[in-house]
């Protein structure tokens, strides 16, 4: 268990349809992550919140809106969704004290959008 | 622009040495990531380079040479649960955070 949970696990959704993607740290960060994998492509960082300010945001599509009410918790909302949008989302902290930054991952959503 | 570079499989037999190689360019350079990934699970952490040289923790090292852009994590007395993706990831400047580019992964199969 790494300390950082996600849910749900698997999601379904049509093009038209509004879910939410959820993310939990139990580790004490200050900086949360949002990640997109898809098959045989790198992890594209998509949005990064430290100290709950979004301080990144990687020329997402505004159909992807995130939200970090506290350190603890990073929400993805997810409206009006395309075929290539289905990938696996992956969310991380990390401190934003030290010198490494190791980020811990959790175990990701894996999203098809139909 | 950004590039990292890594093999996309590789294959090994059980108890051998595998190197895993890594090229970067990229625009700015704050420390070099390895991390490992089994199949349908979160990546793991395994090393961080950020001064040239070998980093050795337990079966695993990792290696960088900032001048040549290029890093290379070493796995020794390979072990069949070793079978997995392997993500190199450069950190860019700025701090507070990490603002990491990855590599595509390397896909690592190892055989009795």
């Known amino acids: 268990e790494t300390g950082v949970t996600q849910t749900p696990r698997h999601l379904v959704m049509g093009m038209t349809n509004k879910k939410s993607l959820k993310c939990e740290q139990h580790l004490g960060h200050n900086a949360m992550y949002w990640y997109k994998q898809s098959a045989k492509k790198p992890l594209e960082l998509m949005f990064v919140y430290s100290l709950e300010e979004r301080v990144e945001n990687n020329s997402v599509p505004s159909r992807f809106s995130p939200e970090c009410p506290n350190s603890s918790h990073l929400f993805l909302h997810l409206h009006t969704l395309q075929p290539e949008d289905s990938a696996l989302y992956l969310c991380a902290s990390s401190t934003t004290s030290g010198a490494v930054y190791e980020q811990y991952f959790g175990p990701g959503t894996r999203l098809t959008v139909t | 622009g950004q590039n990292i570079d890594q093999p996309t499989e590789m294959t090994a037999t059980e108890g051998a040495i595998v190197q895993i190689n890594c090229t970067y360019q990229t625009s700015g350079f704050n420390g070099l990531f390895w991390y490992q990934q089994h199949a349908g699970e979160a990546p793991t952490f395994l090393s961080y380079?950020?001064?040239?040289g070998l980093e050795e923790k337990g079966r695993f090292s990792s290696f960088l040479s900032r001048s040549k852009g290029y890093s290379y994590l070493l796995l020794k007395e390979l072990q069949m649960k070793d079978s997995a993706s392997y993500l190199c990831a450069v950190r860019g400047p700025g701090g507070g955070y990490n603002k990491l580019i990855f590599g595509a992964g390397t896909r690592l199969a190892v055989h009795p």
């Open positions: 380079n950020v001064l040239d």
